[in-house]
């Protein structure tokens, strides 16, 4: 069974930042190409960044320079970076394969708040 935890959201200031953690079971890790999702109240699914086997990246045009996605093939563990927080980031993050599989885990929640 294909499982993703996420972790290592909170609420933070404009400018912080956070290292958030996802942990994926159930699946040859170092097979698949990894994403980073998040979903705003209100606004649909996105993907904001992406890690393929060959490590190689990708990311959306908004948070290019602010955000850095990495993975630990050993531990089954993809990364995201996220700096210079902006109330528009706001969210819950989610990570999964690329394409998608249909288990999604319950997200760790991004607030960026003053």
């Known amino acids: 069974q294909v499982q993703f935890v996420e972790s290592g959201g909170g609420l933070v200031q404009p400018g912080g930042s956070l290292r958030l953690t996802c942990v994926a079971s159930?699946?040859?890790?170092?097979?698949?190409?990894m994403g980073w999702y998040r979903q705003a109240p209100g606004k649909r699914r996105e993907l904001v960044a992406s890690?393929?086997?060959?490590?190689?990246?990708n990311y959306a045009d908004s948070v290019k320079g602010r955000f850095t996605i990495s993975r630990d093939n050993a531990k089954n563990t993809v990364y995201l970076e996220v700096t210079s927080l902006k109330i528009d980031v706001t969210a819950v993050y989610l990570c999964?394969?690329?394409?998608?599989?249909?288990?999604w885990g319950q997200g760790t929640q991004v607030t960026v708040s003053s």
């Open positions: 890690i393929s086997i060959a490590f190689t990246f």
């Open positions: 159930g699946i040859i890790f170092s097979h698949y190409e």
């Open positions: 999964n394969t690329i394409p998608t599989s249909s288990s």
